[in-house]
């Protein structure tokens, strides 16, 4: 949260609806560097740091209006999600990381509880001038779970995918509840089945708009697939010859599934 008035060199997270400004170079897509902005800061948008990108300063801000372009103009708005296929992997994470910021920003702008408008005391921290109350940007822990079973997986599709492909069983943790207590709750209420050999993977923030994914193997212990139908509309155990269309490089679930495809996991 500054003024960016001084002349160093930029990265610049430039979001409008959750796309995010991209420019065409001869090595493929970046996020514009300079030393100014590369679009006017509208008045009333916050310019927030956000860390380091290539070693120089990250920053971010909302534009009103998208930029208009497409594939053949130098620069254009791409969703965040797809800008994963055309960015070096460190410029989208920090779009996702961007992106959670100026989410938070727009949502924390006045206190819960008093009602007054907060102030910014820190990259990652809002205060209420009359309770001091202090707000941090909210993420929302989801587990997700590759089940095995002999030499195949459980695959679902859950109504809430975008496509067609199946994936893994997922689910948001709920208060109280430990991680691994909430992989177990989640596989038995949308699938029925028990699970043994817990084992965690891996995580991965998830800015769809702030969550993080945190990704565990199991093994199937009992139990016959009885699917939980608000939930999900597909779910069976497939072996590495059978596989049906599976999510994108995107997800941790493709990381997951890679995994195992190549017998690591
Ligand atoms: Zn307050």
């Not at 620069?75 to 070096?88: G, I, W, Y």
């Not at 095995?148 to 709920?174: P, Y």
């Not at 699970?195 to 990704?215: D, T």
Request: charged share 20%; hydrophobic share 35%; with cysteine.
């Amino acid at each position: 949260m500054e003024d960016a008035t001084n002349n160093e060199i930029c990265g610049w997270f430039v979001f409008n609806s959750g796309q995010v400004l991209i420019e065409k170079h001869t090595d493929g897509y970046h996020i514009p560097f300079g030393a100014q902005p590369p679009v006017p800061i509208p008045i009333g948008s916050t310019v927030h740091s956000i860390g380091t990108i290539n070693n120089l300063p990250a920053k971010t801000y909302l534009i009103h209006t998208p930029v208009t372009g497409d594939e053949s103009s130098p620069c254009m708005m791409k969703d965040l999600r797809a800008s994963f296929d055309v960015l070096p992997l460190n410029e989208y994470k920090m779009a996702g990381k961007a992106s959670q910021i100026l989410n938070w920003d727009k949502n924390s702008r006045y206190c819960p509880m008093c009602g007054v408008p907060t102030t910014q005391v820190s990259p990652i921290a809002k205060r209420c001038p009359e309770c001091r109350q202090e707000f941090y940007p909210r993420i929302s822990p989801a587990v997700i779970v590759l089940i095995k079973k002999g030499d195949s997986i459980l695959l679902v599709h859950a109504r809430n995918f975008r496509g067609t492909f199946k994936g893994l069983v997922a689910g948001f943790l709920e208060p109280g509840e430990t991680l691994e207590e909430c992989v177990h709750r989640e596989v038995m209420e949308e699938t029925g089945l028990c699970i043994r050999n817990l084992k965690y993977f891996g995580s991965q923030p998830w800015p769809y708009p702030s969550g993080i994914m945190i990704g565990y193997t199991a093994e199937y212990e009992s139990g016959n697939i009885k699917l939980q139908e608000e939930e999900l509309s597909a779910g069976a155990f497939y072996t590495r010859d059978n596989l049906p269309e599976i999510p994108k490089k995107l997800s941790i679930a493709r990381r997951l599934i890679d995994a195992w495809i190549e017998g690591k996991i």
